[in-house]
């Protein structure tokens, strides 16, 4: 699907849930809300739980790979609180990572790039409209016309184009997975290069996630996240 964020994944899934851009800046977090702006000065943002552990928002995006993503609830009502407390204030998003399975080992591998470009672009002067608005200016406002003007040369600058190009995004994971009845484990490895279309605004993640889960006995099972 080319997904990058959980904003991706989430957006248009669940009911009443919103999904807002940050900045736009290639690697940037988008704004999650789940109940709404609830306070003016705190951030609204919900509560994240990878795995039973609770991750800051602003870092989700720089460690979470949303290949790996097994399940994900969302807990938006009083339920939430009464779990998590007043962390759970926002809502909170439970993700429960893949993990192996117990028979034939297994290598999976998967590939996106995606295309991105300016849908569209503002209508600019050219260089002759560009002079002829400056010497406008400058004859309305009853002040002299600046020699770097009036001997100007016409210069065809779009500078949309220079800052601007067309960007290949690409999402690579290589995951490994497998065990028997007792113990089974899941690696993987992701490389993410998301190019933004605004020269300078690059972004890179390389990630490593490892599950094992070992049964002791019939009671008790251990599971190992990294």
């Given at each position: 699907q080319g997904y990058t964020n959980l904003g991706d994944v989430l957006a248009g899934r669940v009911a009443g849930l919103q999904v807002m851009s940050n900045s736009g800046v290639p690697g940037s977090a988008p704004d999650i809300r789940?109940?709404?702006?609830?306070?003016?000065?705190?951030?609204?943002q919900p509560?994240?739980?990878?795995?039973?552990?609770?991750?800051?928002?602003?870092?989700?995006?720089?460690?979470?790979?949303?290949?790996?993503?097994?399940?994900?609830?969302?807990?938006?009502?009083?339920?939430?609180?009464?779990?998590?407390?007043?962390?759970?204030?926002?809502?909170?998003?439970?993700?429960?990572?893949?993990?192996?399975?117990?028979?034939?080992?297994?290598?999976?591998?998967?590939s996106s790039y995606t295309h991105q470009q300016v849908q569209k672009k503002l209508n600019l002067m050219n260089g002759v409209q560009m002079l002829d608005f400056f010497k406008q200016y400058y004859t309305n406002s009853?002040?002299?016309?600046?020699?770097?003007?009036?001997?100007?040369?016409?210069?065809?600058?779009?500078?949309?184009?220079?800052?601007?190009?067309?960007?290949?995004?690409?999402?690579?994971t290589l995951s490994f997975s497998g065990g028997t009845d007792k113990t089974q484990y899941y690696v993987s490895g992701n490389?993410?290069?998301?190019?933004?279309?605004?020269?300078?605004?690059?972004?890179?993640?390389?990630?490593l996630r490892f599950n094992l889960t070992t049964k002791v006995n019939d009671r008790v099972s251990l599971r190992t996240y990294m």
């Open positions: 789940i109940r709404g702006a609830s306070s003016f000065g705190a951030s609204a509560l994240y739980v990878i795995d039973g552990v609770p991750v800051a928002a602003e870092t989700v995006q720089q460690i979470l790979n949303v290949n790996d993503i097994e399940s994900i609830t969302v807990l938006k009502d009083a339920s939430a609180t009464a779990i998590y407390g007043s962390r759970g204030a926002n809502g909170v998003v439970q993700i429960i990572t893949k993990s192996g399975k117990a028979g034939k080992n297994q290598v999976s591998y998967e009853g002040l002299a016309i600046p020699a770097e003007i009036s001997n100007a040369t016409n210069a065809e600058t779009n500078w949309q184009d220079q800052v601007m190009r067309t960007a290949l995004q690409q999402n690579h490389y993410l290069n998301q190019p933004g279309i605004i020269l300078g605004s690059d972004f890179y993640r390389g990630s």
